[in-house]
Nanobody, 115 residues
């Protein structure tokens, strides 16, 4: 059974930072490219960042490039998203999943950027 458990969200002021974590079980984590996604109220889920199996390559949505960093620890079956210089438009529910998503999705972790 695939399990994706996101954590680390919260309320932060504009310009602040957060680090999201994702604990993964139920599949061979090191075999799969992984991604972070987000869904803001009233909007569709969007791809934020992707990392290859061996961390040799990462890709980011234009809206977060230069501010967010995706990383992974295959020994710990863990995925991370370091988010810096946060903006109100980054407010969303953040999810981790495979680059080709597994089912079911996790519950996500809420990030709210507001003064």
């Amino acid at each position: 059974q695939v399990q994706l458990v996101e954590s680390g969200g919260g309320l932060v002021q504009p310009g602040g930072s957060l680090r999201l974590s994702c604990a993964v079980s139920g599949f061979r984590f090191s075999w799969y490219g992984m991604s972070w996604y987000r869904q803001a109220p009233g909007k569709e889920r969007e791809l934020v960042a992707t990392i290859t199996t061996d961390s040799s390559s990462t890709n980011y949505a234009d809206s977060v490039k230069g501010r967010f960093t995706i990383s992974r620890d295959n020994a710990k079956n863990a995925l991370y998203l370091q988010m810096n210089t946060l903006k109100p438009e980054d407010t969303a529910l953040y999810y981790c999943n495979g680059r080709n998503p597994f089912s079911p999705w996790g519950q996500g972790t809420q990030v709210t950027v507001s003064s």
